[in-house]
């Protein structure tokens, strides 16, 4: 089995009658070496089957690898049932949010926010607090930039590659 990975590209799933979309997606070790990944959408949620068990360890005998105990099955099962009872905590929400760099949420809200914040210090005749706007506002600025000039980067690398393969799928 495998791990969690996440893609840009959400997609639907449906289970149990509800349908929600997900950029999980599970990583598999192919016969112990090559690792594939793939959406949850494609793993199947029936009862392994006898004949499929009986193939599947057929395989591993096949390419010497070590056919699974009730151990790995007990493993296997905790950590379904885990997967299948988790529930996102603040601190998980926050982190994610953090780890796609968007620790002050909406640009034009956060951008807003401090303009609103610059012009009351000006009011209130606060030098310090104008200077700390300022630099949160330049700060904000700046990152925006660097995102947009990031996310065009990606872009292009993107654009670039699928030009290359169809190149080759082509000639």
Known sequence: AGEGASYESPYVLSAKGKREST???????????????????????TPLQESEFDEY???CT???????????????RQAQVEAVDFRY?????????????????????EKQRLEAQLEFAK??????????????????EARFKR????????????MSEINNRNTKRNF
């Open 23 to 45: 950029t999980k997606f599970v990583t598999v070790k192919i016969m112990g070496k090559e690792k594939r990944t793939f959406p949850f959408q494609l793993v199947s949620d």
């Open 57 to 59: 360890c057929e395989m």
């Open 62 to 76: 096949k390419y010497g690898l070590r056919q699974p105990m009730r151990s790995d099955c007990r493993s296997v």
């Open 89 to 109: 905590t603040a601190e998980d929400v926050s982190r994610l949010i953090e780890k796609r760099g968007r620790k002050s949420g909406n640009y034009a809200t």
């Open 123 to 140: 009011q209130q005749g606060d030098a310090e607090g104008r200077v700390a706007a300022e630099e949160k506002l330049a700060a904000l």
């Open 147 to 158: 995102e947009k000039e990031e996310q065009t980067s990606r872009k292009a690398l993107t």
